[in-house]
């Protein structure tokens, strides 16, 4: 039986780069360049790239990327974009649970959710990021995205979701929060690139950010900053508050 995320993406490609969420691409690859500083030399991992935008991105301003994701169809379209574009990107159709990267990439990325949080289980999610660990040099880094634990305390995840959705985007349902588990129990509802409409039942973990540094810390990451994390415009700069649907995590092993 397939999950939510893998049906989902099966056949969004086209509609998946018209989300309201993946428009930040050119801010966010700022960040990412400012952060390895502009060294041309490294080996960049994109863990669930999806159609490619981020690994695209970078591709053009002359990094060296392999763009990973679970979803065929995803990656189908991320490497016709890249082909159009004369970029050569190598990507590959892979589970983050089951990497078997050892000491390769001096950066990973996982931007918008990319496999992490949205695995069933809390085991599954940690099994990404020592994958993802493992996949790095003695002295790599890690940037990546999640949903804040923080956020739900205080709004409504659906009134959230529903104020950033344009017509078109894949929309939210119905939602609960299970405060037990911190996770969102939703409804979403969505018209694929076939124009076939399609209503998914899914399923979110949101962490605090005193449990991402412990998870990171157990995988021997030195340096962890947590920040706000606004659509195109990551900065160390943008403090965490609960106001942030997203934090943004900068992990150094060094």
Not at 4 to 32: A, H, M, P, R
Not at 44 to 70: F, M, N, P, W
Not at 102 to 109: G, K, M, P, R, Y
Request: charged letters at 30%; a negative charge; proline letters at 2%.
């Amino acid at each position: 039986m397939k999950q939510w995320y893998e049906e989902l993406f099966e056949n969004y490609g086209i509609k998946y780069d018209k989300e309201v969420y993946t428009q930040g691409t050119i801010g966010e690859c700022d960040f990412i360049e400012k952060e390895i500083e502009y060294n041309k030399a490294i080996k960049i991992l994109d863990i669930g790239c999806g159609t490619g935008r981020h690994s695209i991105e970078l591709a053009k301003r002359g990094y060296s990327v392999v763009g990973i994701d679970l979803s065929e169809s995803q990656l189908k379209r991320a490497r016709k974009k890249a082909s159009e574009q004369n970029l050569k990107i190598v990507f590959h159709q892979r589970d983050a649970r089951k990497l078997t990267f050892s000491h390769e990439f001096d950066l990973a990325i996982m931007l918008c959710e990319g496999s992490f949080p949205l695995m069933e289980t809390d085991e599954m999610n940690f099994q990404i990021l020592r994958n993802t660990a493992n996949a790095l040099k003695p002295e790599g880094k890690l940037i990546f995205t999640t949903l804040n634990g923080l956020f739900p305390l205080f709004h409504s995840v659906k009134d959230f979701l529903d104020s950033n959705t344009k017509e078109g985007n894949a929309k939210c349902g119905s939602l609960s929060f299970d405060l037990m588990t911190f996770r969102d129990i939703n409804t979403t509802v969505f018209e694929d690139d076939s124009g076939n409409k399609k209503e998914l039942k899914s399923n979110e973990r949101y962490y605090v950010p005193s449990e991402i540094a412990w998870l990171l810390k157990t995988l021997d990451f030195k340096t962890i900053d947590i920040c706000g994390a606004k659509l195109g415009a990551f900065s160390r700069n943008d403090k965490l508050t609960t106001e942030d649907f997203e934090m943004l995590v900068i992990a150094e092993k060094r």
